[in-house]
C-alpha cells in the first residue's frame, strides 16, 4: 500500500538525501562518453589530422577486436559529420586503405540519416526521402569496397545491414546481409542489433518476430556476451511503441519478464562503472523504472555511473536530462518508502571507483574583492573559499561536504552555479563559473542572481549557431564592459580545443587569468596567498550574520566550548526537562509557568544541539 501524499512528503524531505549517495554526482554524468585513446583520435580529428584515427582502427583490425572497432568507426563518422576535410584527406592519402573506406562508408549512412532524422515515416518530408534514398544510393560501392578491402570483418556488414533497413530492401536481401556477418562473427552484437531494428513492427517485421529473433541470438551467446541484452532491447521497443498496456497483462509478459531476469544476471557479470555495459544496463534502468521496481533501478543506476548513453533517453527527450531525472525520481520513490523514523537502508559495498573525482572541475571569478564576496555569501547554503584574483577580483570555489543543507538539496542547478546566483542576488557585479572535463568546457555568466550567458565548447561539437553566438558575445560584453563583442564572438565559435578557447574568453573579458591547476584537483584556491574558507550557514544565522556584520569576512568561528561549559548546560537539561513535565503533569503550577520551564529546557537544548553540530564539522 503506498503512502498518501502528506505522509511520503514528509519521507521524502527527511530521507532523499541519504537514500543513492553513493551515486555519481549529477554533474559527473556524461553523455557516451569515449575512452581515451577514442578522445585523442576524435580530438586530432577535429584539429585535420587522420593519423591517430588510423592507428586507432588499425590495432583493432590487427588483433580483430571487432566490437570495439565498430564502436571507433560509428564514433569517428559522426565526428567526420560537422568537421570535414580530415577523412577526404585520409581516403586520397590511402585510397585502398580498409579503414579508411569502412570510416567513409559509415559516414555515408550517418549523413543520409541525418537528412532523414529519426522521425516516423509519416512525419518526414518528401524531400528529405529524396535526397535520403540518394545519399544511401551513393554509399552503395563505399561499402562493397570496406567489405572487399578486409575480408575478416563484419563491420561492413552491420553498415551494410543498416542500409538495407533504411532502402527498404527485401527479406531475402536482409537474410543474405545477416549470413554475410554471421559467418565472420555469428556473435557480433551491432550486427544482431541492425538486424534486430529490421524486424522491429514499425520497420519490416513484427513484435512476435522481433521478440523470438531476439530469443534464438541471446539463447546462442557465450557467456557474458552483451548480446544476452537483446531480448531486454526488444521488450524495450515493445514497451516505448505504445502497444503495451502497464495497468494490464501484455500479451508479451513472460518475454518481458525472463528478458529482464536475464539482462540483470548479465549486469552483475560486469564490474560497476564498467564502459562496455553501459549501453545495455541504460536501458535496463528504463525497463525496470517502468515495471515499477525502483530498488532494482537504483542498483543499476549505481553500476551505470557516469555513462549515460544516447539510447534510449533520447527517446523521452533530452537524454542527459532525461537519465538524470530518472535517477532523481527513484530515489525520491524510495524514500518515500522509508518509515518517518526509519532508516534507509545502506547501500551495497562494491568496488566502484570514486565518482566524485570524475566530476567536472568548476571554479568561478567574481569582479569584487573577497570581503564584498564573502558578505554576499552568507546566504548562499554551501561552504566556499575565497582568494585575491588580483585588484577587485575574487576566486571562489565549493568545499566538499558530507551532506547539503536542507535548503541545497532543493536546488536543480549545479552547486557552485547555484551559489553564484545567491553571491550576485542584488549586487552590481557579475560573476562567471568555468566547468571543465577532459573534452568539454563552459561557462555561465550570472549578474543579479539570474543566467545571463551560457556557453559550451565541446571537442566533438560541431560550430554553434551565428546569430545565438552573436547574442552570447554581446551579452558578456555589456557585463565586462567591452567595447567590441566581435572578438568574443570568435572565441565562442571555435571548436576543437575547449580548454584553449575558455582561457582565451577570460583573457578576452579581461578578467583575471584562470588559477594554476584549474582542472585537476577538486580544490585548488588552498594554495593561494589570502585564501579563506567560508563555512556554510543556516538559514537563520546567516540572516543575523549579514544584519550584524558590516562588511568584510564574517566573524570569526567561536572557539571549542570547555569541559565545564558542557558540563553546566547538560546538568541545566537534566534539571529543566523533568521540572518542565512536572510543571504540566501538576495543575496548580499553571500554564505560564509550566510554558517558561518548556522554554528554558528548549533552549538549553538547542544550544548544544548547536555546540554539537559545531563540533562535528570543526573534527570533520
Known amino acids: 500500500m503506498r503512502p498518501v501524499f502528506p505522509i511520503a512528503f514528509l519521507r521524502i524531505l527527511r530521507h532523499r538525501d541519504a537514500v543513492g549517495t553513493d551515486l555519481a554526482p549529477d554533474e559527473a554524468v556524461v553523455l557516451d562518453p569515449p575512452d581515451a ?19 586507432l582502427l588499425a590495432a583493432t583490425r590487427t588483433h580483430a577486436q571487432w566490437e570495439r572497432r565498430d ?42 540519416w541525418r537528412v532523414r532524422t529519426a522521425a516516423r515515416a509519416k512525419d518526414v518530408e518528401h524531400d528529405q526521402f529524396q535526397a535520403f534514398f540518394a545519399l544511401l544510393e551513393d554509399a552503395v560501392p563505399v561499402i562493397g569496397a570496406a567489405a572487399e578491402a578486409n575480408p575478416a570483418d563484419p563491420v561492413p556488414w552491420r553498415i551494410a545491414l543498416t542500409h538495407a533497413r533504411g532502402i527498404q530492401a527485401p527479406r531475402e536481401v536482409f537474410d543474405a546481409y545477416l549470413a554475410e556477418a554471421e559467418a565472420r ?37 557465450p557467456p557474458g556476451s552483451k548480446l544476452h541484452a537483446l531480448p531486454l532491447r526488444a521488450a524495450l521497443e515493445y514497451r516505448l511503441s505504445g502497444n503495451d498496456d502497464p495497468d494490464g497483462p501484455g500479451p508479451y509478459g513472460p518475454e518481458t519478464a525472463a528478458a529482464l531476469t536475464r539482462a540483470l544476471e ?55 536530462a532525461q537519465f538524470v531525472e530518472a535517477r532523481s525520481d527513484v530515489r525520491l520513490v524510495l524514500a518515500s518508502r522509508v518509515p518517518l523514523f526509519g532508516r534507509p537502508p545502506e547501500p551495497p559495498v562494491t568496488d566502484a571507483p570514486d565518482w566524485a573525482e570524475l566530476a567536472p572541475r568548476a571554479v568561478a571569478i567574481v569582479s569584487a574583492p573577497p570581503a564584498e564576496v564573502a558578505q554576499a555569501a552568507l546566504l548562499s547554503g554551501f561552504s566556499l573559499r575565497t582568494a585575491p584574483a588580483g585588484e577587485g577580483s575574487s576566486y571562489v570555489e565549493l568545499v566538499p561536504e558530507a551532506t547539503r543543507s536542507r535548503r541545497t538539496a532543493l536546488l536543480s542547478d549545479e552547486p557552485l552555479t547555484s551559489a553564484a546566483e545567491t553571491v550576485t542576488t542584488g549586487e552590481s557585479w557579475p560573476a562567471l563559473v568555468l566547468h571543465r572535463t577532459p573534452g568539454h568546457s563552459s561557462i555561465t555568466a550570472l549578474h543579479r542572481g539570474r543566467t545571463r550567458a551560457t556557453h559550451t565548447w565541446d571537442t566533438e561539437s560541431p560550430a554553434p549557431d551565428h546569430a545565438e553566438v552573436r547574442a552570447t558575445a554581446q551579452t558578456l560584453a555589456h557585463l565586462y564592459q567591452r567595447a567590441d563583442p566581435r572578438p568574443l564572438a570568435h572565441i565562442l565559435r571555435s571548436t576543437g580545443d575547449p580548454a584553449g578557447h575558455q582561457e582565451g574568453l577570460v583573457t578576452a573579458l579581461g578578467l583575471p587569468p584562470l588559477p594554476p591547476g584549474f582542472g585537476g584537483d577538486t580544490e585548488i584556491l588552498g594554495a593561494l596567498p589570502g585564501a579563506r574558507v567560508l563555512p556554510r550557514r543556516g538559514l537563520l544565522a546567516g540572516m543575523r550574520d549579514t544584519i550584524s556584520t558590516g562588511g568584510g569576512h564574517p566573524p570569526e568561528p567561536r572557539p571549542p566550548r570547555g569541559p565545564r561549559w558542557w ?42 544541539t548547536g555546540a554539537v553540530r559545531r563540533r562535528r564539522r570543526m573534527t570533520a
Open 71 to 112: 564502436a571507433y568507426v560509428s564514433r569517428l563518422a559522426r565526428t567526420a559529420l560537422h568537421h570535414d576535410g580530415w577523412l577526404e584527406n585520409w581516403l586520397q592519402e590511402s585510397p585502398g586503405d580498409p579503414d579508411a573506406l569502412l570510416a567513409v562508408a559509415d559516414f555515408h549512412l550517418h549523413r543520409a
Open 185 to 221: 562473427d555469428p556473435h557480433h552484437f551491432g550486427c544482431h542489433e541492425q538486424a534486430l531494428q529490421y524486424l522491429y513492427a514499425k520497420w519490416y517485421g513484427s513484435h512476435e518476430e522481433m521478440f523470438r529473433y531476439a530469443e534464438r541470438v541471446a539463447a546462442s551467446a
Open 567 to 608: 558540563l553546566y548546560r547538560i546538568l541545566m537539561l537534566l534539571v529543566l526537562v523533568p521540572a518542565a513535565v512536572f510543571a504540566w503533569w501538576s495543575p496548580g503550577i499553571g500554564w505560564f509557568r509550566s510554558t517558561l520551564l518548556s522554554g528554558a529546557a528548549l533552549h538549553v537544548a538547542t544550544v548544544l
Open 37 to 55: 585513446t577514442l578522445r585523442a583520435a576524435v580530438a586530432a580529428a577535429v584539429a585535420g589530422d587522420h593519423a591517430p584515427a588510423a592507428e
Open 266 to 320: 548479465l549486469s552483475s557479470v560486469y564490474p560497476a562503472g564498467e564502459r562496455e555495459a553501459a549501453g545495455f544496463r541504460n536501458e535496463l534502468a528504463l525497463m525496470l523504472i517502468l515495471g515499477e521496481r525502483p530498488a532494482e533501478a537504483l542498483d543499476v543506476f549505481r553500476a551505470i555511473g557516469v555513462h549515460a548513453t544516447e539510447f534510449p533517453w533520447v527517446r523521452l527527450g533530452d537524454p542527459r
